[in-house]
């Protein structure tokens, strides 16, 4: 492959876009494409051979994250045919349920 120039189109990661879209060569150094131009948002930026940039993890977030995955693995929920057995079994309370009050409604006092 012929070294690039400036000017040259080639396929970069752009970092405005974040996907892999056309460049052109701005700036050469050692033989090799320093910076590019995006063709699509004309934003301007040091050549990444194709390579998005590694992901930011907040290593906090992924701590609590593991944290609540390994709390998660607790006892399954019963199957619902035996949570309708046992409520079936259960006697009915001897209270009367509570009956709710009315809301009445209250006028707001101007200041």
Do not use: W, Y
């Amino acid at each position: 492959m012929r070294a690039a120039r400036l000017g040259d189109d080639i396929d970069d990661f752009c970092v405005k876009c974040k996907r892999v879209m056309n460049h052109a060569v701005v700036s050469i150094l050692n033989n090799e494409p320093a910076k590019v131009r995006c063709r699509t948002c004309h934003n301007d930026h040091d050549f990444r051979h194709e390579q998005p940039p590694p992901p930011k993890v907040d290593p906090r977030k992924a701590a609590l994250f593991n944290q609540v995955l390994a709390n998660v693995g607790g006892s399954p929920a019963p199957a619902p045919e035996t949570v309708a057995a046992d409520a079936a079994a259960e006697p009915p309370a001897d209270d009367p349920p509570a009956e709710a009050k009315p809301k009445t409604a209250r006028k707001k006092a101007r200041a």
